[in-house]
């Protein structure tokens, strides 16, 4: 089971941190991705890290000011976003795989557990 959290409303230029908290599994052995969903708009991939094979991707649209993160000890991986902007408005989801092989390299649609999502508001 995955627990997304931390997110709210910001205004732009702003920072907030969501964490994705895992029960029943370790991380560790996972790909975790952060995916997001703005309305009327398709499910997109932002970040994903693979501690297994050490891969890890970040989508161009947030490259530079999201960075993904993990804390073995907690079981919890993160999502530093900065300088948010009014189109970084979602549902951020966070998304775990075990495709050790594959790393962070699979479709969205194999990820196979997903927390419940997050709402992230970028607003003045």
């Known amino acids: 089971q995955l627990q997304a959290s931390g997110g709210g409303l910001v205004q732009p230029g702003g920072s907030l941190r969501l964490s994705c908290a895992a029960s029943?599994?370790?991380?560790?052995?996972?790909?975790i991705a952060w995916f997001r969903q703005a309305p009327g708009k398709e499910r997109e991939g932002v970040s994903c890290?693979?501690?297994?094979?050490?891969?890890?991707w970040t989508a161009d649209s947030v490259k530079g000011r999201f960075t993904i993160s993990g804390d073995n000890a907690k079981n919890t991986v993160y999502l530093q976003m900065t300088s948010l902007k009014p189109e970084d408005t979602a549902v951020y989801y966070c998304?775990?795989?075990?495709?050790?092989?594959?790393?962070?390299?699979?479709?969205?649609?194999?990820?196979?557990?997903w927390g419940q999502g997050t709402q992230v508001t970028v607003s003045s």
């Open positions: 029943g599994f370790r991380l560790n052995y996972y790909a």
């Open positions: 890290i693979s501690e297994s094979d050490g891969s890890a």
């Open positions: 998304a775990a795989v075990n495709r050790p092989a594959f790393g962070c390299y699979v479709n969205m649609a194999d990820f196979s557990y």
